[in-house]
Nanobody, 127 residues
Framework: QVQLVESGGGLVQAGGSLRLSCAAS????????MGWLRQAPGKEREFVAA????????YYARSVKGRFTISTENAKNTVYLQMNSLKPEDTAVYYC????????????????????WGQGTQVTVSS
């Protein structure tokens, strides 16, 4: 099993930056896809970014591409989401997730691709 714990959320002004961390415990494999998804009040949980532990291709939602960067530090079993140029519409609870289905045909863009989830961390961007 995999346990995921997010941290790094908080309040930031528009245009600011924030880095989220996801500490993973348990067995991980190079084929695992690690994802960040977010959910704002009254909205469905949406995909933000994903990449494999091995550091292959990265995937981003169009709404964050160019502003957010996902990365892994395998020695620490940690996944990061660097968020720059934050906008009020980025306000949401951000979840770290892990799945084994890869991202063929952009499968990792779906919340159904993930088997393990963290508890989430709140990110609030003020205008």
């Amino acid at each position: 099993q995999v346990q995921l714990v997010e941290s790094g959320g908080g309040l930031v002004q528009a245009g600011g930056s924030l880095r989220l961390s996801c500490a993973a415990s348990g067995r991980t494999f190079s084929r695992y896809m690690m994802g960040w998804l977010r959910q704002a009040p009254g909205k469905e949980r949406e995909f933000v970014a994903a990449m494999s532990w091995s550091g292959g291709s990265t995937y981003y939602a169009r709404s964050v591409k160019g502003r957010f960067t996902i990365s892994t530090e395998n020695a620490k079993n940690t996944v990061y989401l660097q968020m720059n140029s934050l906008k009020p519409e980025d306000t949401a609870v951000y979840y770290c997730a892990a799945g084994l289905d890869g991202c063929s045909n952009y499968r990792c863009y779906s919340r159904n691709a993930y088997d393990y989830w963290g508890q989430g961390t709140q990110v609030t961007v003020s205008s």
